[in-house]
């Protein structure tokens, strides 16, 4: 057997309607998987889900606002009713509130830590406790950050939040272990996406980036998408609590 493989499993896909989560959606199901995605708007997830129909990938889709972390719950209920139970949970969402600390608003500072960690963290819960309570192991990949271990200027917000999901996710690791529900994270480097489009849209900032980076050039959402497979699939049974860095070199120097 192709250990990479996951036919038969159901994959839920946060942030699945762009960037890289439908990526990560489109790879799983590619794989084998049936994919659900969830994001916040049903227009552009009709749009992702009528292209994966297209690929070949059995995908159903539920719209979601994540930042309202007490609706979760109901939420993924609904969609286990609906669509069955997950094996395989990747939490791809995330936004980003960028300003200088002293200026950024409170309620930018709450949104930010809402979406990119308490809703993992609560969406991550209502998963194993369904895989508990069916005795079935489970597999999490977590979206994390360059700033799950560095900062940049004017992103205190963003990285904070990137660095509760990195530790978040070796403590999910530890409390689930012995349930079979291993968890773990890629931390993408500056991937081309529509949250960073406006970054890319400077030219100082995009000349930056690709001489920063010892691979010249941005990543590509298809660059995460295959390691989010490796991480949901048999091949890494024996992974756990770890944070792989995808980000072409970045951290390798300086």
């Known amino acids: 057997m192709n250990p990479f493989l996951i036919p038969d499993r ?8 762009r960037g890289i ?29 009528e292209d994966l129909h297209h690929a070949g990938v059995e995908v ?3 719209s979601v606002d994540l930042s309202n972390t007490n609706g979760i719950a109901p939420w993924f209920d609904q969609c286990v009713s609906a669509f069955g139970l997950p094996d395989i949970l990747v939490n791809a969402a995330g936004i980003t509130r ?11 500072w709450n949104t930010t830590l809402a ?31 360059l700033m799950t271990s560095a900062a940049r200027k004017g992103t205190s917000a963003y990285t904070a939040s990137k660095g509760a999901l990195g ?20 931390a993408p480097g500056y991937i081309a996406t529509d949250l960073t489009a406006d970054l890319a849209a400077d030219p100082a900032f995009d000349d930056w980036v690709k001489k920063r980076c010892p691979l010249g050039r941005w990543g590509q959402p298809e660059d995460i998408a295959w390691p989010v497979v490796f991480l ?3 091949a890494s049974d024996f992974m756990t609590g770890q944070i792989i860095y995808v980000d072409g070199g970045w951290l390798a120097t300086f």
Not at 168 to 185: F, M, P, Q, Y
């Open 60 to 62: 159903e889709f539920s």
């Open 10 to 17: 159901i994959a839920l896909v946060t942030g699945g309607s």
């Open 98 to 108: 960028r300003g200088p600390a002293t200026e950024l608003s409170l309620e930018d």
């Open 232 to 234: 949901a699939s048999p």
């Open 115 to 145: 979406v990119n960690a308490t809703a993992v963290f609560e969406l991550s819960r209502c998963f194993a406790r369904n895989l508990m309570s069916a005795g079935k192991p489970g597999k999490i990949v977590n979206i994390a950050s």
């Open 167 to 186: 530790q978040l996710t070796k403590g999910l690791a530890i409390d689930w272990a012995s349930h079979r529900i291993l968890v773990n994270a890629i």
């Open 21 to 49: 989560g439908f990526s990560a959606a489109r790879a799983l199901g590619e794989s084998g998987a049936k994919v659900i995605l969830a994001a916040r708007a049903a227009a552009s997830l009709e749009a992702a889900a």
